[in-house]
């Protein structure tokens, strides 16, 4: 099923009602930069970075190409952030988790259940504690330009569904090398284990782990389903996706080719987040066609786990700050 490409053809469509005007060329110089990022080019990721790449050639008028690397040519995700931050790599898209080893505050993302719908987190991303977020990353040679969206993540397993911590007690589960997500898992029980996504999937092949979590997408593009059964819609924590430069290549941009880069990553976050969306529902069901057995969690189960994580919760709050924590919780609040 060619599901990606038909809802990209028909969201571009639409997202391009009005025409990209190019801005003055007076001090726009030829480039050619490197993207990479961690995804393939099929993914709802994959298909922003492409519609930042086009927007970009379009409103510098052909003078600022950016070659796509995606799939980890480039790297892992921590790999290619150094990269960029060293000035090797010009662009970076990257899961916020391993942005926390650099800016702590990025933790407040993986907060479990701190998010509960599309609302709350664009709130979160696009208001204050989002975009404070991207400023920080000034002092770590990284310009973030925007979030797009990866989506909130579920556990898929080899063993069975999971609807309780007891499920999930003693599970072989691949995190990311995140100390929240560490600590969570093995709060519920399970054995966490910190692993670079390309190890992954052999991993779960080999039965090294049992299982891991991620969004929708990321499961699907993968194959997961080759080597997992089991998915469980915990929607335990939303994973945006961070859209970094280098800030030694933006330092050396004239005030009009800066403008170029953010606006347009602001204009494709847009259509990312539209392509992701609509891709989860038909995501599901393709997943089922391939066999896996997808189990959604009452809100009582939910509430449940939750509470389990209270004291991870408790600890990394405390960690990132009160005011932040009260600042994201007021934004998300005032999306209601």
Known sequence: MILHARLATALAAALIAAPVVAHAADDIQERTLKFGYSTFEAHPLGQGANKFVALVDAKSGGKIKMKVYPATQLGSETQTIS?????????????TAPIVGLVK?????????????????????????????????????????????????????????????????GLKIRVMQNPVYIDAFKTLGANAVPMPWPEVYTALESGAIDAQENPFGIIYVNKLNEVQKYVSVTKHA???????????????????????????????KVYQRQVSRAEDAKIVAELKERGMQINELTPAQLADLKAKLQPVIAKYSESLGVDLVKQAQDSIAASQ
């Open 105 to 169: 505050e990025y933790a407040i993302f993986d907060l479990p259940f701190l998010l509960a719908n599309d609302k709350q987190a664009d709130a979160l991303v696009d208001g204050p504690v989002g975009q404070a977020l991207l400023a920080k990353l000034q002092d770590k040679n990284l310009v973030g330009l925007c979030f797009f969206e990866n989506g909130f993540r579920n556990v898929t397993n080899s063993k069975h569904p999971i609807s309780s911590a007891d499920d999930v007690s």
């Open 83 to 95: 990269a960029t931050q060293g000035g090797v790599q010009d662009i970076v898209g990257t899961s």
């Open 238 to 268: 939303y994973s945006p996706w961070a859209v970094m430069m280098s800030k030694k290549l933006w330092d050396k941009l004239s005030p009009t080719e800066q403008k170029i880069f953010t606006e347009s990553c602001n204009e494709a």
